[in-house]
């Protein structure tokens, strides 16, 4: 079993940034590729970003290409995702899940889910 508990949104202006944690329970985290999704009102979940499991690789969806990064610390159980350069279409609950498989974007191959983040950019 695996706890994911993601941190760090708020509301921001457009053109600033924000940096989101996610920390994971359980002593394989290391073992596991992790990403970052998104869902905004009344659309679906949105692929937003992947992880390998060590950190050298990253996997992005066009639409945050260039203004998010992510990124992992093993020693500390946890993958981030700065957030620049934001845009009020990046509004959104963002979620941070695990799966076996890398690159993925699909979100029916992801097991383990956070509750979710709120990041609101207004303009």
């Known amino acids: 079993q695996v706890q994911l508990v993601e941190s760090g949104g708020g509301l921001v202006q457009a053109g600033d940034s924000l940096r989101l944690s996610c920390a994971a329970s359980g002593r394989t985290f290391s073992r596991f590729p992790m990403g970052w999704f998104r869902q905004a009102p009344g659309k679906e979940r949105e692929f937003v970003a992947q992880?390998?499991?060590?950190?050298?690789?990253?996997y992005y969806s066009d639409t945050v290409k260039g203004r998010f990064a992510i990124s992992r610390d093993n020693a500390k159980n946890t993958v981030y995702l700065q957030m620049n350069s934001l845009k009020p279409e990046d509004t959104a609950v963002y979620y941070c899940?695990?799966?076996?498989?890398?690159?993925?974007?699909?979100?029916?191959?992801?097991?383990?889910w956070g509750q979710g983040t709120q990041v609101t950019v207004s303009s």
């Open positions: 992880i390998n499991y060590s950190g050298a690789s990253t």
């Open positions: 899940a695990t799966t076996t498989t890398y690159p993925m974007r699909s979100a029916e191959r992801y097991n383990y």
